[in-house]
């Protein structure tokens, strides 16, 4: 029998379980999709039964596919979903998701307790951005007191999880850093901030390091996902931190990015940087020795698809993916002179904003369909370098490389794409499209003592494919870039004055 290293990943839009052999080979994956609710404009809200039935569903059929032995257990998630559970551990109400934009006013609230933004990053290292839990615990005690007052105990997605799994209310120091309400660089919860904010500590779990043993699998939790009784589980970690370690994005001088529902710009560095201003998330990594930095735009592939939903009609299906792609690369790079600001949801980096918007600009009567599908493909990756240029990492000898993951990172159009205006090599590595599951898999090897760290986790990340830049196509869309980057300041007047005629306060 095969021993192998489950990796359980908690999406927004689906639950992905992977098997990994001993020696770095993906066995097998199964994806489970579900939906999630916006029940008023800015909010995003999921049903954790969900994310249960989901893992459950892809779990089971995997392992029914593969004759293995499970020798560990690894868990990823979306990060900063506010799930409240009652003494008996039952869900109070949907979880907040971290797309959710309605805390603006607590996370004021929040850093204004804590003296100011300089006062808040001198105890957490970042900002109370509006998708981070503690804004949303503290709008959850101000607006439904009652079920608020219910509560013994917040987790994030993964975390309820593994409650079912092991029965151990527990978390780890990726998504406790995810909250907003943990000492990055202590890597331990800020006491000295629940304090400023009178939030009781017991309703945050203790934060294991992300590779420690946190539980073990019990009764009902092998008969809920089918997983063998006393198969160990780790603490695993944050989605956006974990699929860098998936990347092979382990140790300084890379950046990862990834082009899923969100888009991501991530560094692993030796110690925590100052963050200053908070426009970047500073948390910790993965591995117990390192940090990790990264800017998470809330609208990258979640753009594309809204794009691609609005060519659709009862009688006809959306456009797949690789039709606007061919589309798009029938006109030249810079859409014909147009620009696309992907903000649909609000912002969250490089502008921690949820008032932005989204805007084509620049269209006249030449601009096709081709290139309105092309500006879109250009506005996301734009965002992502707009990201890049908050984090400062420690470059390696030969020059900056990008590591890109996510199912974006699928497109050979759209790597050549962040090549060219990012002016880096582009690789992907084998199984980084597996995102936060593949990195959970490796991870449950490192807890259980197979993998030991930076060099085994090179190995196992292979590069598969790589895209060099074109010196032309990166000097003209520096130029593009340079107008792009004006965008959201030269819009903010509009942008809050639409939000005002919607009766939603701007900022």
Not at 354 to 374: I, K, Q, W
Request: aromatic share 8%; proline share 5%.
């Amino acid at each position: 029998m095969t021993a192998a290293f489950l990796g359980i990943d908690i999406g927004t839009s689906s639950c992905k379980a992977l098997l990994l052999s001993a020696d770095g080979t993906v066995i097998g994956t199964q994806t489970s999709p579900y939906g999630f609710d916006q029940p008023r404009e800015g909010w995003a809200e999921q049903d954790p039964h969900l994310w249960r039935d989901g893992a459950a569903r892809a779990v089971k059929a995997l392992l029914s596919e593969h004759d293995v032995e499970l020798a560990c257990v690894g868990l990823s998630g979306q990060m900063h979903g506010m799930t409240a559970l009652d003494a008996g551990d039952e869900v109070i109400r949907p979880a907040i998701l971290w797309n959710d934009q309605r805390n603006a006013v607590e996370c004021a609230e929040i850093t204004d307790l804590a003296g100011g933004l300089d006062g808040l990053i001198s105890m957490t290292g970042n900002q109370m951005l509006p998708g981070f839990t503690g804004g949303k615990i503290r709008w959850f005690l101000k607006h439904e007191p009652q079920a608020f007052e219910r509560t013994r105990i917040i987790l994030n997605p993964k975390d309820y999880i593994r409650l079912l799994m092991t029965g151990e209310r527990m978390t780890e120091v990726t998504d406790a850093s995810g909250t907003g309400l943990f000492d990055v660089a202590n890597r331990r919860w800020s006491d000295e901030l629940f304090d400023c904010i009178g939030l009781d500590r017991q309703l945050l779990p203790p934060a294991l390091e992300s590779a420690e043993i946190a539980g073990k699998v019990t009764s009902q939790g092998a008969q809920i996902f089918g997983i063998p009784v006393g198969t160990p589980v780790i603490g695993g970690g944050g989605d956006a931190v974990i699929q860098t370690l998936g990347s092979g994005v382990a140790a300084p001088g890379r950046l990862q990015t990834t082009i899923g529902t969100a888009g991501i710009v991530a560094a692993a560095l030796n110690a925590p940087l100052a963050n200053t201003g908070g426009r970047v998330q500073i948390s910790c990594n993965v591995l117990p020795d390192k940090w990790h930095c990264m800017g998470v735009s809330l609208n990258a592939g979640s753009a594309l698809e809204w794009w691609r939903g609005l060519h659709g009609s009862d009688d006809r299906s959306p456009p797949h993916f690789d039709e606007l792609s061919e589309a798009a690369q029938q006109v030249d790079l810079g859409s014909g002179g147009m620009l696309f600001l992907p903000y649909l949801m609000g912002e969250r980096c490089p502008w921690p904003d949820p008032d932005a918007r989204g805007a084509f600009v620049g269209v006249r009567s030449h601009h096709s369909l081709a290139h309105m599908h092309r500006a879109v493909f250009e506005g996301i990756v734009f965002s992502l370098r707009d990201m890049a240029g908050l984090i400062d990492p420690e470059r390696a000898p030969e020059g900056l490389l990008i590591h890109t993951s996510g199912g974006g990172s699928l497109s050979p159009f759209w790597n050549q794409m962040q090549a060219d205006i990012f002016g880096a090599p582009v690789v992907t590595t084998s199984n980084s499209s597996h995102g936060g599951a593949f990195g959970a898999a490796i991870l449950a090897g490192i807890g259980k003592g197979h993998w030991q760290g930076v060099d085994d986790i090179e190995t196992i990340c292979k590069e598969v494919n790589r895209w060099s830049p074109m010196a032309s196509a990166h000097v003209r869309y520096n130029e593009y870039f340079a107008h792009y980057q004006t965008l959201h300041e030269a819009l903010l007047a509009v942008s809050y004055g639409l939000s005002e005629l919607q009766g939603v306060e701007a900022m």
